[in-house]
T-cell receptor, first 112, second 112 residues
């Protein structure tokens, strides 16, 4: 029973354009959400997070949007760069527990 | 280095052997986590320590899996009588406060 779902396994975009990565969750108790980026043979690297009391958080080229009523979050990367090519994981946690629940990941390819 | 380190990076074990995987967290990080990542999947939570106390071991798949962090720093994940289904990447992460977890590069375990 996947509590965090990334339904698209891959996305390909042109350099300079926007990349939009989507994530849905089923557990309404989740109150903290994170995005991680992973290169081959490396561990996941933290990108950006958002608390459930907010609906948007921005850090440079990365913006995360949270729609609690739809149980949906998205990561926007603008402008996309070839170095952004990696697997991106959405993760969530709920109050009282520090463990993260991850989605299956989505492979982003940014073409020069 | 300042990051989370794990050893060995690669381990091949014959079915039935015992293995021990080591994690050195970031200095000063109170919380330490172990995750298992199967091919094509996101990381799945195994267990979590706060200092030397194991607060959550709900993700350990069987009693063949055992983790310890006796002095609140280095942690060891031990798998007894390895089975083929134990083949995966084992990721360790640490954090200072609730929020972003910093991951090591992982140990890829192959059981033959």
């Amino acid at each position: 029973d996947q509590q965090v779902k990334q339904n698209s396994p891959s996305l390909s975009v042109q350099e300079g354009r926007i990349s939009i990565l989507n994530c849905d969750y089923t557990n309404s108790m989740f109150d903290y959400f994170l995005w991680y980026k992973k290169y081959p043979a490396e561990g996941p690297t933290f990108l950006i997070s958002i608390s459930s009391i907010k609906d948007k958080n921005e850090d440079g080229r990365f913006t995360v949007f949270l729609n609690k009523s739809a149980k949906h979050l998205s990561l926007h990367i603008v402008p996309s760069q070839p170095g952004d090519s990696a697997v991106y994981f959405c993760a969530a946690s709920q109050g009282g527990s520090e463990k993260l629940v991850f989605g299956k990941g989505m492979k982003l390819t940014v073409n020069p | 280095g300042a990051g989370v380190s794990q050893s060995p990076r690669y381990k091949v074990a014959k079915r039935g052997q015992d293995v021990a995987l080591r994690c050195d967290p970031i200095s000063g990080h109170v919380s330490l986590f172990w995750y298992q990542q199967a091919l094509g999947q996101g990381p799945e939570f195994l267990t979590y320590f706060q200092n030397e106390a194991q607060l959550d071991k709900s993700g350990l798949p069987s009693d063949r899996f055992f983790a310890e962090r006796p002095e609140g720093s280095v942690s060891t994940l031990k798998i007894q009588r390895t089975q083929q289904e134990d083949s995966a990447v084992y990721l360790c992460a640490s954090s200072r406060v609730r929020g972003e977890q910093y991951f090591g590069p992982g140990t890829r375990l192959t059981v033959t």
